[in-house]
C-alpha cells in the first residue's frame, strides 16, 4: 500500500471517528434527517400524491388503474367547467378579505404603536392592556363573539342586536365584511407588535439631531422616524397577508352558513368530503401563494428588513407631545377598545348564562343550565347536557390537555434542541440549512399544513401503520408546525449563552454531556420555561391545524366549540370559548409573573 | 511549558481566506504576542492552537506531539492539549460562583476536594482576589472578572497559557495594573504564553517576542526591539509606534561604492551593506524614508549638520512634547522628553543621525535599510 492510500484511509477513519464520537455532529446528522422526514418528505409525498389516480376517481378517468399517473385533478381544479366554482371564486374571496385585513389592520396596528410608544397618551397603561388583551384570544373565539353579537334569526337562534329588535342583515353578520372585521381586531397585533418594537429601537438622539438641524416635527416623523420603521410596517403587512389569506377557522366560522368560500374553507370541504387528491392540489396552491408572498419579501426587502441601531450606550426615548388633543384621542381609543374588545367578550360570556340567546339578561331568561344542567331537566328543543355534565366536553377536554401539554413538552424540547443548533452553527451549513428547514411550516397557512400530513400518514408504510384519525398524527403536525416558533425562542435562549462560556468549559476538558448539563441546561432553564408555556398557549387554542384530522374519539375544545357553533347551539359553543379563554389568560398570567415572559412574543 | 509549531495553516470562512500558510514556532517560555489590526487572522491562530477552530490545511505541534494533521483529519480536543485560555469577553459561567468558575476544570480532572480548594485559594490568593470566591460574576467589577478569567485559566499550571485580547474591556489606568500583573505571571509560572492585541504598546512591554499579522499573514517576527527599530515593510512600520513614524519621499542612487539617498532634508551617503536584498534592482529609485519622531532633536542655535525648520503645532502631554515641524512642504513629527519651549512660527534646527532611519524602497514598501544602534 503506498503512503498516500494509507494518509487517504487515515484521514476517511478520522473523519467518521470525528463524527461518531462527537455527541453534537450526531444530534446535528440525527436533527437534519427527521427536519428531511417530517417536513421536506410529507411535501414531497403531497405533490406526487396530486399526480396519481385514486379508487374514487377510477371511474372518471378511462383507461387507467389506481396508481397511475394522471393530470385529472390539476385539470379538474385548473380548466375544467367547475373551475370557475371551486377555484376562481374561492381565491377572489381569499384574495379580496387578504387585500382589505391588510389595507386596514397594518394603519390600525402602526396608529396605536406610535401613540402608546412614541406620544405622551395619557393613561397608556390602561390602554396597552385593552391592546394586549386581543393577542391571547384565539381568533376563533373573536369569530364567536361576532356572532354573538351580530347572529340575525337564521338557525332559530338570534344575537344580541337582533334580540334588541334591530334587523341584522346577512351581509352584516356573515361572509366577508363579517371576517374582514374579525381578522382586522385580531392581525393588527401583528404590525402592532412589529412596529411598536422597531419604534422603541429608534434613539431618540436621531430624531434629536433632526431637531437641532431644524427639523419640524413633522418632518421628522416623515424624514427620520417613518423610514427606520418602514421595514417592519412592509414586513408586517406581508405577514398579515400571507396569515389573512390562508385563515380557516374565521372564513369557515362565519362564511359557511351564507355558503361563502375561501381556498381554505373550500379545501377543506374537497377533503372532508369531496375528491381529497383536489384538495391537495388547493392546499398545494394556497402554500404557494402564503410562502410565496413572505419569500418575495424576503427577497426584495430582506436585505434591509431592520436597521441596526447602535446599541451599547444606554438611550433615551422622549415622547412627542399630543398638545391638547391628547384627551380626545384618548376617550376615542378608549371607546373604540372597549366597544371592539371588551363588549363582544361580554356578550359571549352572557349568551352562556342565557336560556334563549337574544331575549336579554332578565331573570326569566337566565340559567346555569348550559353550564352544570341535566339532560333531564333539559326544556324545549334542548338535547345536551350543560357542558360541565356532558361527557363530549370532558372528553374534548382531555384531549386537550394530554395533546397541548405532551405537544408542548415536546416541541419545547426539540425548540431547543434545534436553536442550540441554529445558534452555533451560524453561518456554517448545517446551521443554515437547520435554520431554513424548520422555517418552512412557518410559510405554511396551518389548514394546508396539516393537509400535507393527512396525504401522507393516511396510508400504511410497511411496518408503519396508517395514522389516520389517531393521537399520533395530531401530535406529529403540532409539534413540526410549532416547531419555528419554538427554535426561534430557543435560538434566542441560546444566543444568550455565549459561545465562549461553553468553549472555556471546553478547554478546561469537559466533554459535549457534560457541557451540556453543567452550562448549557442551568443556564438555559428560564428561556426553556418561558419558551414551553408560549407553546403551550398555541397549542391550547388551536384550532385551523387540527381540524382536518378531527374524528369523534379525539375532538378538542376548539373544534367541540366550532361544531356547536355549526350546529347553532350558541351557548354551549360560546361556555367552551370562555373555558379556552379563562385557561389561556390564566396561563398568560401564571406566564408573565412567573418568568417575566413578553405576552407579545407568543402571537401567532 | 510547551513549544508551539504551526506549519502551512490555511483556514476559510466561506469564501473568506483568514488565514494563509501561517508558519509560526513559538520556543518554550516564550511570551508571544500576536499583533494585528482587527480582522487580520490573529485570534483565528490562537483558535486553532487551542483547538477551537479546524484549519482546512496545515499541521499543529505542541511540545513535538501532533495535534491537528489536515491530511488525515485528525484535531485533537482542546481539553487534550494541556492548554488553558483567557476570553476577551471572560466568559465566565454566570450561574457559577468564582470559586466554582476556577474549580470547574479541576473537578473534570478528578482532583479531591481538598487539592481543588488548596489550587482554587492558591490562584485567587495569586491574583489578589481571594476574598470574592463566594461572589457570582456579576457581582464583580470588570476588572474583578478579569483577574478570575485568569485565576481560572492557571489554577492547574496550564503548560501552555492562551489570552484572546484580554485587557481590551478595562479602563486605561487597570489596563496598565495588569500589564504588569501579567509580565509578572509570565516570570513566575514560566508558563508559554501566547496573547493577541492590536495594542502596540501590550505587544511592547510585555512580550519577549512579537508576530505581527496582515490580512491573514504574517509579516513580521521579531523580539519588541527588533520590531520597533526595524519595521520589515511600510504598514508595520506606520502601525508600530506611538506617535507615528515619520515618513520622508526620497530618491536612491546606487553610486560606487554605495548608495546616496536624496530628500528634502538633505543628502545621505550610506555604504552598500547597510541595506537589505529587498534593495531595487534599478539604478535610480524612489524610496521612502522612515524616522522615530523620538530619534530627531531641536537645538535652537543654528549649527553645520543641522536642518531648519520652521515650528507648525505644539502638543504638550505631560511628560513629553509633541512638536510638529515644517520643512518646506514637508511636516514632520518630533518627539522630545520635558515641557514645551517652542513658539509656533518660531525657526528652530534639527539634528538627524541617518544611521537611525529606515528606508524602504516605494515600489514594494519593504525594508531596504535597516536603522543602525
Known amino acids: 500500500m503506498s503512503s498516500k492510500a494509507a494518509v487517504a484511509k487515515t484521514r476517511i477513519k478520522n473523519r467518521i471517528k470525528d463524527i461518531v464520537k462527537n455527541p453534537y455532529h450526531m444530534i446535528i446528522l440525527l436533527s437534519l434527517i427527521s427536519l428531511f422526514l417530517l417536513i421536506v418528505l410529507p411535501m414531497i409525498f403531497m405533490v406526487k400524491n396530486t399526480f396519481v389516480l385514486s379508487a374514487n376517481e377510477l371511474r372518471r378517468v378511462s383507461g387507467k388503474e389506481v396508481g397511475d399517473f394522471t393530470l385529472y385533478y390539476w385539470q379538474y381544479l385548473l380548466a375544467s367547467k367547475l373551475s370557475a366554482a371551486h377555484l376562481i371564486t374561492p381565491f377572489k374571496h381569499s384574495l379580496t378579505i387578504a387585500f382589505f385585513v391588510t389595507v386596514l389592520a397594518v394603519p390600525l396596528g402602526f396608529g396605536l404603536a406610535w401613540l402608546m410608544v412614541r406620544s405622551d397618551l395619557p393613561g397608556k397603561k390602561w390602554l396597552t392592556i385593552g391592546i394586549m388583551i386581543p393577542y391571547m384570544i384565539p381568533s376563533w373565539c373573536k369569530s364567536m363573539a361576532w356572532l354573538a353579537v351580530f347572529r340575525n334569526g337564521r338557525g332559530g337562534a338570534p344575537g344580541f342586536l337582533a334580540g334588541l329588535g334591530i334587523n341584522v342583515p346577512d351581509w352584516l353578520a356573515y361572509g366577508p365584511t363579517a371576517i374582514i372585521l374579525c381578522m382586522v381586531l385580531h392581525y393588527y397585533a401583528f404590525t402592532y407588535i412589529m412596529v411598536s418594537g422597531a419604534l422603541r429601537s429608534v434613539n431618540s438622539e436621531l430624531e434629536e439631531m433632526a431637531e437641532i438641524q431644524g427639523a419640524k416635527k413633522m418632518d421628522i416623523l416623515k424624514q427620520i422616524t417613518m423610514p427606520m420603521v418602514m421595514p417592519a410596517v412592509l414586513s408586517s403587512a406581508i405577514m398579515t397577508f400571507s396569515k389573512a389569506i390562508g385563515s380557516y377557522g374565521v372564513a369557515a366560522n362565519l362564511g359557511l352558513r351564507i355558503s361563502y368560500y375561501t381556498l381554505a374553507t373550500k379545501m377543506h370541504d374537497f377533503i372532508g368530503t369531496g375528491s381529497a387528491q383536489v384538495g391537495y392540489c388547493m392546499a398545494i396552491l394556497l402554500i404557494t401563494l402564503a410562502s410565496g408572498t413572505i419569500i418575495a419579501n424576503q427577497i426584495f426587502i430582506g436585505t434591509r428588513k431592520s436597521y441596526e441601531t447602535i446599541g451599547g450606550k444606554g438611550y433615551r426615548s422622549t415622547s412627542i407631545r399630543l398638545g391638547k388633543s391628547k384627551y380626545s384621542i384618548m376617550t376615542v381609543l378608549g371607546i373604540f377598545l372597549f366597544v371592539a374588545m371588551i363588549v363582544p367578550l361580554f356578550i359571549l360570556l352572557m349568551e352562556t348564562f342565557q336560556v334563549n340567546t337574544g331575549r336579554g339578561y332578565g331573570l326569566d331568561n337566565l340559567t346555569l343550565y348550559n353550564w352544570i344542567g341535566r339532560l333531564e331537566d333539559a326544556s324545549g328543543m334542548i338535547n345536551y347536557a350543560g357542558i360541565f355534565r356532558n361527557e363530549a366536553f370532558f372528553k374534548a377536554l382531555y384531549n386537550t390537555v394530554k395533546l397541548t401539554i405532551i405537544g408542548s413538552v415536546i416541541t419545547a424540547f426539540c425548540g431547543q434542541l434545534l436553536g442550540y443548533i441554529c445558534s452555533r452553527g451560524r453561518g456554517k451549513w448545517y446551521g443554515n440549512l437547520v435554520e431554513q428547514l424548520i422555517f418552512l411550516p412557518y410559510l405554511m397557512p396551518a389548514v394546508a399544513f396539516s393537509a400535507i400530513y393527512l396525504s401522507m400518514f393516511s396510508r400504511s408504510y410497511g411496518p408503519i401503520p396508517s395514522l389516520y384519525g389517531t393521537f399520533t398524527i395530531i401530535l406529529l403536525a403540532t409539534v413540526v408546525k410549532h416547531i419555528p416558533f419554538a427554535s426561534r425562542s430557543g435560538t434566542a435562549n441560546m444566543l444568550q449563552i455565549g459561545k465562549s462560556l461553553e468553549e472555556a468549559a471546553d478547554v478546561a476538558g469537559s466533554g459535549f454531556v457534560r457541557r451540556m448539563t453543567k452550562i448549557v441546561i442551568p443556564l438555559a432553564k428560564n428561556g426553556f420555561l418561558s419558551g414551553f408555556l408560549l407553546v403551550f398557549i398555541s397549542i391550547a387554542k388551536e384550532l385551523d391545524l387540527i381540524i382536518l384530522f378531527m374524528t369523534p374519539s379525539n375532538n378538542t375544545l376548539s373544534y367541540l366549540a366550532f361544531e356547536y357553533s355549526k350546529e347553532v347551539l350558541p351557548q354551549m359553543a360560546d361556555a367552551i370559548s370562555v373555558i379556552v379563554l379563562a385557561f389561556v389568560l390564566v396561563t398568560y398570567l401564571t406566564a408573565s409573573k412567573i418568568t417575566g415572559t413578553d405576552l407579545s412574543k407568543s402571537w401567532g | ?373
Not at chain 2, 36 to 50: F, N
Not at chain 2, 280 to 300: H, L, N, Y
Open chain 2, 1 to 373: 511549558m510547551s513549544r508551539i509549531e504551526l506549519a502551512h495553516i490555511n483556514k476559510h470562512y466561506g469564501s473568506n481566506h483568514v488565514l494563509k500558510d501561517i508558519n509560526l514556532t513559538i520556543e518554550d517560555g516564550d511570551f508571544m504576542t500576536l499583533l494585528g489590526p482587527s480582522g487580520c487572522g490573529k485570534t483565528t491562530t490562537l483558535r486553532v492552537i487551542a483547538g477551537l477552530e479546524r484549519p482546512e490545511s496545515g499541521r499543529l505541534l505542541i511540545d513535538g506531539e501532533e495535534k491537528i494533521n489536515s491530511e488525515t483529519a485528525f484535531y485533537s480536543e482542546p481539553s487534550e492539549r494541556n492548554l488553558n485560555l483567557v476570553f476577551q469577553s471572560y466568559a465566565l459561567w454566570p450561574h457559577l460562583t468564582v470559586f466554582e468558575n476556577v474549580a470547574f476544570g479541576l473537578k473534570i480532572k478528578k482532583l479531591n476536594s481538598m487539592a481543588i480548594t488548596k489550587h482554587v485559594t492558591h490562584a485567587l490568593e495569586r491574583m489578589h482576589i481571594g476574598e470574592l470566591a463566594k461572589r457570582y460574576p456579576n457581582e464583580l467589577s470588570g476588572g474583578q472578572q478579569q483577574r478570575v478569567a485568569i485565576a481560572r485559566a492557571i489554577a492547574y499550571s496550564p503548560q501552555l497559557l492562551l489570552l484572546d485580547e484580554p485587557l481590551s474591556n478595562l479602563d486605561a489606568k487597570l489596563r496598565m495594573d495588569m500589564r504588569v500583573e501579567l509580565k509578572r505571571l509570565h516570570q513566575e509560572l514560566g508558563t508559554t504564553i501566547v496573547y493577541v492585541t492590536h495594542d502596540q504598546v501590550e505587544a511592547l512591554t510585555m512580550s519577549t517576542k512579537i508576530a505581527v499579522f496582515s490580512k491573514g499573514c504574517i509579516t513580521q517576527l521579531a523580539t519588541p526591539k527588533e520590531l520597533y527599530m526595524n519595521p520589515v515593510n511600510l504598514v508595520n512600520a506606520d502601525f508600530i509606534g506611538n506617535p507615528r513614524i515619520n515618513f520622508i519621499e526620497a530618491m536612491g542612487k546606487k553610486i560606487k561604492d554605495g548608495i546616496r539617498i536624496a530628500c528634502s532634508l538633505g543628502d545621505y551617503e550610506f555604504d552598500r551593506e547597510a541595506f537589505t536584498d529587498e534593495i531595487p534592482v534599478e539604478k535610480d529609485f524612489a524610496c521612502i524614508i522612515g524616522i522615530r519622531p523620538e530619534q530627531i532633536t531641536i537645538a535652537e542655535a543654528q549649527g553645520e549638520t543641522l536642518i531648519p525648520a520652521i515650528v507648525d503645532t505644539n502638543q504638550f502631554a505631560g511628560s513629553e512634547t509633541l512638536i510638529t515641524v515644517k520643512i518646506g512642504e514637508e511636516s514632520l513629527m518630533i518627539k522630545e522628553i520635558g515641557m514645551e519651549r517652542y513658539r509656533v512660527g518660531q525657526t528652530v534646527y534639527l539634528e538627524i543621525k541617518p544611521e537611525r532611519c529606515n528606508v524602504y524602497a516605494k515600489a514594494s514598501g519593504q525594508l531596504i535599510k535597516c536603522a543602525g544602534q
